[in-house]
């Protein structure tokens, strides 16, 4: 039995992101929430399933929300975990936990000062704890280790790699809720200070306060909704855990490669259907890695393929239009969803991809996720 | 060296389970676990084998000798004590056994440090209760 076209979003909602005090996860989940209601003019009683990420917990949150879902879920915040959670929500209203589900995300990491590095690093569940004494630390700096090991077995440049950045930053120019509000070019990627070096600072995501809700119900329901449903056409997930305290060999590759077959066997496309990409960019290289793993191009190529504008609006590839995790805000997968959906709307002003109809979002890491998003509900 | 009240990076923080390698280290040699029942070698310590699930383990002295995975160098620190070494390189080394260590390069400028090369083991007393383990290029 196929999930193709199974469900649709109805509803979206997200905040500029930026530095907001005085708002706590649940605070900022709920503006969202609202948001994502108001946009679909669904009342809280026509919603039955709550998912929420980051914020901590799915009692309280209901509780603040005033609701009684009859499925209730908390998931935890790590990016990958965007994906999982709506292909959670699909199952789940597929299996009839819940016919409405809202998937809500909050994020007040930079008004609560989170770092990604240093004794607070509990990537891999505290995996890496045993190598602080050396000091190795940060998932930033883990990717540059891949990084790294990418050019040497392959060739890739620095340089490539600020193609990536250079593609998303123009993007948010085009995003007035984009936190980065100024061009970049090659050089400045190449001249921006070394964090973990083979890694710049453009290399990097932007830590901030923000939200964002999603609320999907069946295809059958969606068309009593204002807005046209966007359909979750196809979805895979697969992960590659064992071992995952320290670098994949193969940057992902076949998690990736076996998460492909299930969303594109699902939704009945090719990569030559797809009008655009929402690649999960917490670093440039993970772009790199997910462009290969995905198959648009031969392991040990990306760098040469994301050159000469390939990501860039009016490219043959237009990727992460409202900027990405790089230069809009790391919410974590949550934002590119949603922008996956404004965008098969047509509501993206000056960002939109032309005629979009099917949009696919991708996040490698030891848990891979990938969701294509479409107009058509055949 | 130091004492522990003065030395100001991250100490590992030592166990029952872990402290065979850290003595192993003391006495100038590397040790990892291996599995009693599949022989599987791993490191950082653990209570099972994630092999088999066999509970039954056994430290074991490994060569030493390996070889630099990938590296990256920091330009930030994310820990107060390592704000003096800045820029300071890490390696993941994998030795020939077969476990990846996370650890430094001793002697080494860090425009030197190639994938591929050849490191063994050294062993760099940081206080009077924790000896680290670090490489050295193997020529």
């Given at each position: 039995m196929s999930l193709r076209n199974r469900v649709a979003v109805i509803g979206v909602g997200t905040t500029a992101a930026g530095t907001m005090p005085g708002n706590d996860a649940y605070d900022l989940g709920l503006i969202a929430f609202q948001r994502a209601m108001a946009d679909c003019g669904?009342?809280?009683?026509?919603?039955?399933g709550l998912i929420v990420n980051r914020i901590p917990d799915y009692q309280r949150f209901a509780e603040i929300a005033g609701m009684d879902p009859r499925f209730a879920l908390v998931t935890p915040?790590?990016?990958?975990?965007s994906g999982n959670s709506i292909e959670i929500a699909c199952a789940a209203i597929e299996a009839g936990l819940a016919h409405t589900i809202a998937l809500v995300y909050g994020n007040n990491g930079k008004s609560a000062g989170?770092?990604?590095?240093?004794?607070?690093?509990?990537y891999g569940g505290g995996g890496v704890g045993p190598w602080f004494p050396y000091g190795m630390t940060s998932p930033g700096a883990a990717h540059a280790v891949m990084f790294q090991r990418h050019m040497h077995l392959y060739g890739t440049t620095s340089r490539q790699l600020a193609a990536v950045s250079v593609a998303f930053r123009k993007h948010a120019l085009l995003?007035?809720?984009?936190v980065m509000k100024k061009p970049i070019t090659i050089e400045d990627h190449q001249n921006s200070r070394f964090?973990?070096?083979?890694?710049?600072?453009?290399?990097y995501c932007l830590i901030n306060d923000g939200s964002v809700a999603l609320i999907v119900t069946s295809a059958e329901r969606a068309k009593d909704f204002p807005k046209p449903p966007v359909y979750v056409r196809g979805f895979g997930v697969s992960t590659?855990?064992?071992?995952?305290?320290l670098p994949p060999d193969d940057f992902w590759h076949a998690p990736m490669q076996q998460v492909a077959k299930q969303t594109y066997d699902m939704a009945?496309?090719?990569?030559?259907?797809?009008?655009?990409l929402m690649i999960y960019d917490n670093f440039s290289p993970t772009v790199l890695f997910t462009l290969e793993g995905f198959g648009?191009?031969?392991?040990?190529?990306s760098g040469d393929f994301v050159?000469?504008?390939?990501?860039?609006?009016?490219?043959e590839l237009p990727s992460n239009?409202?900027?990405?995790?790089?230069?809009?805000?790391?919410m974590q997968g949550w934002a590119l969803n949603a922008e996956a959906v404004r965008q098969l709307r047509g509501?993206?002003?000056?960002?939109q991809i032309k005629d979009a109809k099917l949009i696919q979002y991708m996040c490698a890491a030891p848990l891979v996720t990938s969701i294509i998003y479409g107009t058509d509900p055949t | 060296m130091s004492t522990s009240a003065t030395y100001t990076k991250p100490l590992p923080r030592i166990d029952e389970r872990n402290k065979p390698h850290w003595d192993g280290n003391a006495a100038g040699e590397v040790r990892v676990q291996a599995c009693d029942d599949c022989s599987m070698l791993r490191f950082p310590?653990?209570?099972?084998?994630?092999?088999?699930?066999?509970?039954k383990t056994s430290w074991t002295k490994v060569s030493g000798k390996g070889q630099v995975w990938s590296w990256c160098v920091f330009h930030?620190?994310?820990?107060?004590?390592?704000e003096p070494d800045l820029p300071y390189p890490v390696v993941l080394v994998e030795l020939d056994e077969g476990p990846r260590i996370y650890s430094n390069l001793v002697?080494?400028?860090?425009?030197k440090i190639r994938i591929g090369m050849r490191v063994r083991a050294v062993f760099e007393k940081a206080t009077d209760e924790v000896t680290l383990l670090k490489f050295e290029e193997d020529k």
């Open positions: 669904i009342k809280r009683t026509q919603i039955d915040g790590q990016g990958r975990m989170d770092q990604y590095g240093g004794e607070g690093d509990r995003n007035p809720d984009a964090i973990a070096e083979p890694l710049h600072l453009f290399d590659k855990l064992k071992g995952s305290s009945g496309v090719t990569h030559d259907d797809l009008d655009g648009f191009c031969k392991q040990g190529e050159q000469n504008g390939r990501l860039e609006l009016g490219g239009t409202d900027g990405g995790h790089l230069s809009n805000s790391y509501e993206c002003g000056a960002r | 310590a653990s209570r099972w084998c994630p092999h088999c699930l066999s509970e930030r620190a994310y820990f107060k004590g390592f002697g080494m400028p860090r425009d």
